[in-house]
């Protein structure tokens, strides 16, 4: 008998695993063994039931989909499909490793081109030895090279190394870029813990800022310091980011 791929939902709303169980009926390949409310279940889930695929929601209470798949092995990173309501976060997706993302509410079609992706892979992979297939886990990018930023009714695609400067807006982020800048849905924090901290110092509790613009860093009393940027821009560097600065920056 063929096997089949072992799947596990993970999303905080009851409804939308309902909806991704009915989506899921017409795929007799696919059997659900297990359904997480949230990503803490899920690392607990994933450990026992050790599925294939995971459906997968981004945003949910605590830890974030992002997260998740960052707090996981690569040999042990199942084959991984985005089901969101957000389509502002498909490229950060792919960058995560994803193979698919699949908007919410469930479009049948869609969602059945995504599944034969999924069968098609699944395939292949089992295919593998495992060391190819570790292999292949292991090469996925750890910070996300790409940031979508939703403008009007388009969403933009932005290089981690385009962003100058983030600054804490509430929730948001604002991204500073030559000459623009933009509002990205979600917090400085989420970002700092998305992009790669060799590139990306934290200098202030709302500020972080992309290294290779820093042209000077201007000492101030109380051992505060400022840091200008290339294009002249000038932002403050707190006490308490002072020693970290210190190393990424190779002040003396």
Known sequence: MTARIRCLLVDDEMLAR?????????????????????????????????????????????????????????DALPLVVFATAYDAHAVKAFDAGAIDYVLKPID????????????????????????????????APSFVQRVSVRVGEHVRVVRADEIEWIAADGNYAQLHLAGETLVHRESLKQLESELDPARFLRIHRSTLVNIEH?????????????????????????????????QALGLR
């Open 108 to 139: 049948q079609e869609r969602f059945d081109r995504c599944i034969e992706r999924v069968s098609r892979q699944w395939q292949h992979l089992r295919r593998e030895p495992a060391p190819a297939r570790q292999l292949a886990f292991a090469a």
């Open 214 to 246: 820093v042209r000077e860093v201007h000492p101030l009393f109380h051992g505060d310091a400022e840091v200008i940027l290339r294009d002249g821009t000038r932002l403050a560097l707190s006490r308490r980011f002072r020693d970290a600065a210190r």
């Open 18 to 74: 309902l909806a991704l169980r009915q989506a899921l009926a017409a795929h007799a390949q696919i059997e659900v063994v297990g359904e997480c409310g949230n990503a803490d279940e899920a690392l607990q889930a994933i450990g026992v039931l050790a599925p294939d695929l995971i459906l997968l929601d981004v945003q949910m209470p605590g830890m974030d989909g992002f997260e998740l798949l960052r707090r996981l092995q690569a």
